[in-house]
T-cell receptor, first 112, second 112 residues
Framework: GDSVTQMEGPVTLSEEAFLTINCTYTATGYPSLFWYVQYPGEGLQLLLK?????DKGSNKGFEATYRKETTSFHLEKGSVQVSDSAVYFC???????????FGTGTLLAVQP | SQTIHQWPATLVQPVGSPLSLECTVE??????LYWYRQAAGRGLQLLFY??????ISSEVPQNLSASRPQDRQFILSSKKLLLSDSGFYLC???????????FGQGTRLTVV
């Protein structure tokens, strides 16, 4: 079945460092891909999305490119801030089903 | 614009009591609807999803059930709560064609 694998955390960075959180997926058909962010004590917010191969989703300085050849959707940011500290989830909606499948989440801690 | 409402935000219930959590979506028709549970830690477990009125798919056997009595209403229920039902419950919807998926603010359930 469809699945999402993302890198284990926690990821600890200093402010202004470069961020990469890896995400790979397995799915039949052509899934839509998402990154969500969860701040402490809150629900999930959609951070960015991509619906077809080679699409680049971007928001708030974060970017991710839908790579069909490597089945990946890695999240990147050039310069992280303390306020970016949160849990980040990679997710997909399968091309053959309507199930919204999540990775296990990656905790990001940014230190001043 | 589309909005999703989930209530209550916080709930404390005794073991053996019933449960009813409600989720409604506005501004769209025929959404795909989802219930997730986030237990201690950060993983998201898909409990139920629905592609239409009266159509419910259950992902894991458990003490919970879901119903969709109207197009934009999704209800999570239990006849008798267990301690292990404690957690953060999240409702989500996605548009037809899977181009977006959005979450409610969540219900933090504590079973005592």
């Amino acid at each position: 079945g469809d699945s999402v694998t993302q890198m284990e955390g926690p990821v600890t960075l200093s402010e202004e460092a470069f961020l990469t959180i890896n995400c790979t997926y397995t799915a039949t058909g052509y899934p839509s891909l998402f990154w969500y962010v969860q701040y402490p004590g809150e629900g999930l917010q959609l951070l960015l999305k991509a619906t077809k191969a080679d699409d680049k989703g971007s928001n708030k300085g974060f970017e991710a490119t839908y790579r069909k050849e490597t089945t990946s959707f890695h999240l990147e940011k050039g310069s992280v801030q303390v306020s970016d500290s949160a849990v980040y989830f990679c997710a997909l909606i399968g091309g053959a089903t309507n199930k919204l499948i999540f990775g296990t989440g990656t905790l990001l801690a940014v230190q001043p | 614009s589309q909005t999703i409402h989930q209530w209550p935000a916080t709930l404390v219930q005794p073991v053996g009591s019933p449960l009813s959590l409600e989720c409604t979506v506005e501004g769209t028709s025929n959404p795909n609807l989802y219930w997730y549970r986030q237990a201690a830690g950060r993983g998201l477990q898909l409990l139920f999803y629905s592609v239409g009125i009266g159509q419910i798919s259950s992902e894991v056997p458990q003490n919970l059930s879901a119903s969709r009595p109207q197009d934009r209403q999704f209800i999570l229920s239990s006849k008798k709560l267990l301690l292990s039902d404690s957690g953060f419950y999240l409702c989500a919807w996605s548009a037809e064609g899977a181009r977006a998926a959005f979450f409610g603010q969540g219900t933090r359930l504590t079973v005592v």
